[in-house]
């Protein structure tokens, strides 16, 4: 896996396996002697979902952070270097070891910033154990079936649930370059010319792994997908949602609508216009300067 300069590789064991994380702890963010950064206040970076998505995603991003707090970004359970468990994943599973995550590696609430899918997973873990949560920073937090949209029914995802095909497909269609590249294009990023090759190296490399493909057709088939709408104004953590103008599927009107469920919780909704998916590879310095002024603000 490709990981920024200084980071160190740890693992933990979940209920469903274990669970590797990445923290950057060695030279430059940390000199010999130094003074260990468990004194600062954890801030997690957890990835979205897609084929062969991994916390790479966050890779451009998390190291700006890591002099100010103590940052922590795994991948999550069936994606990256983590255990790939035989299994029809399910919404639970990922609540679960989300927490499972934060109570096993943090002693306060945390602060935590994450994207698309597994944003909404994070919404419903916060929920669920508001005590392991400081405040949430939330690139496209969407349950892709919000609002009563039925995204199984989708022909993509009735094509990837019948048995045989759907594996076909994945070896086929979506763990390879040309696959790789052609959903970055259409799902994640809102220009073509800003997918570069190591872009498309790490998710393939992820992709590839043994029993990679059960995350991933999980995800494809629906079976992660759920209305967040339903459940968003039980959220009480100060929130910030960062949304990307040319998202596919998810635009920004759906955004505001969950946002506009809980002001209480959600303090800001920031679009950002030519911008997709993922605003932390699509324009790192920019997803940046957002963290860090939400930061502030959440935990003022």
């Known amino acids: 896996m490709i990981e920024p300069i200084g980071v160190e590789t740890h693992s933990l064991v979940t209920s469903l396996g274990r669970m590797v994380y990445y923290t950057p702890t060695k030279m430059p963010w940390q000199e010999a002697g130094e003074a260990s950064s468990d004194q600062r206040p954890t801030l997690i970076f957890l990835h979205g979902f897609g084929g062969g998505s991994s916390a790479y995603e966050w890779s451009k991003v998390y190291p700006a952070f890591a002099y100010q707090y103590r940052v922590l970004a795994p991948d999550l359970i069936g994606w990256g270097r983590s255990e790939h468990p035989e299994r029809r994943y399910q919404v639970d599973d990922y609540i679960s070891t989300i927490q499972e995550f934060m109570e096993q590696t943090c002693s306060e609430p945390a602060l935590v910033v994450a994207s698309s899918l597994t944003a909404a997973f994070t919404i419903r873990a916060a929920i669920q154990r508001p005590d392991l949560f400081q405040s949430l920073i939330l690139t496209t937090p969407a349950g892709l079936s919000d609002f009563g949209q039925d995204y199984t029914s989708s022909f993509f995802a009735q094509l990837v649930s019948t048995p045989i095909i759907d594996q076909i ?109 993922t605003p932390q590879l699509e324009l790192p310095a920019v997803t940046i300067g957002l963290i860090r002024r939400f930061l502030q603000l959440l935990t003022e």
């Not at 390879?176 to 790490?202: K, Y």
């Not at 991933?216 to 929130?239: E, K, N, W």
């Open 169 to 277: 497909l994945y070896s086929t269609a979506i763990a390879t370059d040309a696959g790789i590249r052609n959903f970055l294009e259409n799902r994640q990023f809102a220009r073509p010319e800003r997918i570069h090759p190591e872009i498309v190296n790490a998710y393939l490399e992820s992709a590839l792994k043994p029993n990679a493909e059960y995350a991933a057709l999980s995800f494809v088939r629906g079976d992660l997908s759920f209305d967040l709408s339903l459940y968003i104004s039980q959220l009480t953590i100060p929130t910030a949602f960062i949304w990307g103008q040319q998202t596919q599927f998810i635009g920004p009107q759906i955004g505001k609508r969950l946002a506009d469920l809980n002001p209480e919780a959600i303090k800001v909704f920031q679009p950002l216009e030519d911008v997709g998916l």
